[in-house]
């Protein structure tokens, strides 16, 4: 069974430009999960979308924003970029039921000039 | 690959010995933790879970120890190969509604030949 799939894997942006990274679940999973991992702060979460609606939400700004299809694929879409935004997005599936089961992408690494 | 070893403290063991990786978790009301391993180029990986209705449980070659009384939680992996060096990472969650999880910061296993 295909594991979570997440596109582009590499992207180098300008500051100030929008970006929008896609994640695609595991086949029958409902939920998905965007976490930006970066040296300093580690995992940190953005959030989560079940059945096309954001269930839970981090601290970021609303600059980072996601979506979900009915087919459960995901975007998460960042505007504005900063500097800072550099670091490597995660997106984690599971069937829903709650943290359990998540399974991660290998991640899509952004660069911010 | 993804250099997300950066800042994070190593842990540096003998191939054939027994690891510990310890993990402090922050929440006491944390109900479920879960142990991570990433390997570079890859998203983390799922090792193994414990709820807190339990204080040690073992899978393949690691075990899990929970003690909720000083909120801590260790990975011990037996016969440690060079397979198993890439950071790992504890996470915890309080599986009530909304529930996400939070990752520690990481820690790196380098296995010595």
């Known amino acids: 069974k295909a594991g979570v799939t997440q596109t582009p894997r590499y992207l180098i942006k300008t500051r100030g430009q929008q970006v929008t990274l896609s994640c695609s679940p595991i086949?029958?999973?409902?939920?998905v999960s965007w976490y930006q991992q970066t040296p300093g702060q580690g995992l940190q979460f953005l959030f989560e979308?079940?059945?096309?609606?954001?269930?839970n939400k981090g601290n970021f700004p609303g600059r980072f924003s996601g979506r979900q299809f009915s087919n459960s694929r995901s975007e998460m879409n960042v505007s504005t970029l900063e500097l800072g935004d550099s670091a490597l997005y995660l997106c984690?599936?599971?069937?829903?039921?709650?943290?359990?089961?998540?399974?991660f992408g290998s991640g899509t690494r952004l660069t911010v000039v | 690959g993804e250099s997300v070893g950066l800042h994070l403290p190593t842990l540096s063991v003998q191939e054939g010995d027994n690891s510990i990786i310890n993990c402090a978790y922050s929440?006491?009301?944390?109900?479920?933790f879960i142990w991570y391993k990433q390997e570079s180029g890859k998203g983390p990986q799922f090792i193994i879970d414990?709820?807190?209705?339990?204080d040690k449980r073992q899978g393949q070659r690691v075990t899990v120890l929970l003690n909720k009384t000083v909120k801590h939680l260790s990975l011990q992996i037996a016969a440690t190969q060079p397979g198993d060096s890439a950071v790992y990472f504890c996470?915890?969650?309080?599986?009530?509604?909304?529930?996400?999880?939070?990752f520690g910061k990481g820690i790196t296993l380098s296995v010595r030949p």
């Open positions: 984690a599936s599971s069937t829903g039921q709650g943290v359990y089961g998540y399974t």
């Open positions: 086949s029958g999973h409902r939920s």
């Open positions: 979308y079940f059945s096309e609606t954001q269930r």
């Open positions: 929440n006491s009301a944390s109900d479920y």
């Open positions: 414990i709820r807190s209705n339990m």
């Open positions: 996470a915890e969650a309080y599986t009530g509604a909304n529930s996400k999880l939070t």
